[in-house]
């Protein structure tokens, strides 16, 4: 049986990196001219043939919407799928979903599967690693082509596209601010590596509520981790060293998790430590006590996203320019935060 | 711009169901010849082309595995996802995942869409209007036709195709002889509607588990839920009319849901009342005490529909007789549920 060369293969083959290939085999000058060259020869040598996007476009309209979210397992960007899927659905479009498993190479592989002819436009959240290579050479590919697309959440500035993103920073101001109003003193914030865009903004809304507070920022009070599955070490060793009376979490894995933390060393939630952890997802509706949170509004982002991907693809958006909308994030004040007296 | 014509549409158009067009397209006797022919003719008129599965198997490898099912927002599946993308991946395909959001159109829909050239083969876990309605049509075709599809979960006997379940009655038994053994005497089943397969063999567990213990099953402790996203009601319910020492939940919504009840109601768990779910989701292990489930091992069963689906398409397995793998559930104690003495 005759099987269908990939990417992955001719990388494989090849011994170079995905990217390398895509590069290539778009004649991208990123590439050296000899490596080009090859790569060029081996794919035409085993009939490889890459997605031809302008094509697809001109020939047929598939009535899909492709959608590729970093994680499945993560409650956020599937509440945002579901948003996509409502949209969608009434303007007569199925939506096709792939994971990037937060790899960049999966991203560029599910681009390009997608793009050859199964899907007329793409809504994505770029994986971690690609925000931090900061290499966005398969988007800029599809837009150049012709095939709309829009980011949502985890976006960049480098591309010009249409966006759906929440108030990060002023949200977290805002939170940050609600337990500097009820008398939080020592504010520890949890937070991700900085090359997460929405880990770096949040961060900043934490520093500028602080500021702005004329509170001190204490480096120490700060805790930046690399793998959300597993913060548990890190925010066990932040009680075991630091003194504080609140913790805001930048997002709800976090947040519970230190919650429990507290819970375990005896302290009372809200009396000892107030907690607010942005996204309002299940883990914080089902929290007890139930968690304070920064509702993220993932099913309204995706309604957004996937209206304007449609006004885009039905040329209801016939505007050159790109849109970046903001969603309003809102402040959900339950169990685990004081009132303001 | 000239724009595909969907089946959805050739239903509007024709005032009849998305399977009848389904069917009729395929000249099911199902359907009165009169509306087959008419629906024909409408299809022919518009140029409407039905997925032709057997000829995109004989011309192409796509080497994309499509998994549709049922809900996005909803942990367990998305375990089992992850698990097929594990496998997938090494083995060098890629996933493209659907959702029928528990709709039977939507499911025809989604596998019409995928079928057509997009993927060879096909993942799934039936959607409760499916099971409900008892129309496996569209399963049936694609199997006949060649594709390969194996079924996880939610399961049909009548559909002749490898399967992946677990031990649902068996663990359910399991877990409900462990609350008996640590002295429960009226235990309590949250449980869904009956045409949920794995609800019902859950329920059947309980039963026997009841029984052999020499316990009567009383039907006012069996409370059945339709509406997963709404049980608050009905659970607060039973706490209202009925005295129990312990909760059995099917599903992880249901566990969690009953013991933030109980707490409301200033009964210690699980002093007062222990409680077991069923799944060992993100909110059992959050939860606080953290929750006792039954551990539905999600990715494994997705690692072994992955498998068995990528054998059948790599001929590696040559089989002409289709296989069931029971994968077994596991009990996992954690602080819900008294200690045996």
Redesign the interface.
């Known amino acids: ?4 060369l ?1 990417l ?2 001719i990388a494989k083959e090849m011994d170079v990196s995905i990217a390398t290939v895509s590069k290539a085999l778009r004649d991208s000058s990123d590439i050296g001219l000899e490596t080009r060259e090859k790569i060029q020869a081996f794919a035409k040598l085993y009939n490889y043939k890459p997605n031809n996007i302008a094509l697809s476009l001109k020939n ?5 919407i492709g959608v590729i979210i970093p994680e ?2 993560h ?1 956020f960007f ?2 945002v ?2 948003g996509v ?1 409502k949209v969608a ?1 009434k303007r ?1 479009y ?6 990037s ?1 937060e790899s960049f190479d ?1 991203e560029v ?2 681009m390009e ?1 997608l793009a050859s002819g ?1 899907i007329d436009g793409f809504i994505m959240s770029l994986s971690k690693e690609t925000q931090n290579k900061k290499d966005f050479h398969h988007l800029k590919e599809a837009i150049n082509q012709g095939m709309p697309l829009v980011l949502f959440d985890r976006v960049a500035e480098e591309i010009y596209c249409d966006k759906v993103v929440i108030d990060d920073a002023q949200g977290t101001y805002r939170a940050v601010n609600y337990l500097i109003d009820t008398g939080c003193k020592r504010i520890a914030l949890i937070t991700t590596v900085d090359y997460v865009s929405v880990g770096k903004l949040r961060t900043q809304g934490y520093i500028n509520a602080l500021e702005d507070a004329g509170m001190k920022i204490e480096q120490n009070l700060i805790v930046k981790i690399e793998d959300t599955e597993n913060c548990e070490e890190p925010i066990a060793a932040l009680f075991e060293t630091q003194e504080f009376d609140a913790i805001f979490g930048v997002n709800e894995s976090f947040a ?2 230190a ?2 933390e507290a ?1 375990i060393r005896g302290y009372k939630i809200p009396e000892d430590i107030s907690i607010i952890g942005f996204t309002d997802g ?2 914080s509706k ?3 006590p139930r968690m304070s949170t920064i509702n993220q509004h993932g099913v309204e982002m995706g309604e957004h996203a996937a209206e304007m991907l449609i006004d885009k693809l039905e ?1 209801v958006d016939e505007d050159e320019y790109y849109r970046t909308e903001v969603v309003k994030s809102s402040l959900t004040i339950r169990e685990s935060t004081k009132k303001i007296s």
């Open positions: 049986m005759r099987r269908k990939t992955k293969q047929r309209k598939t009535k899909n499945i397992v409650h599937t509440t799928v579901s899927e659905n007569g199925n939506v096709i979903v792939c994971l498993d999966k592989i599910n599967m199964s519970v998790t919650m429990r819970q299940i883990l089902n929290s007890f040329e």
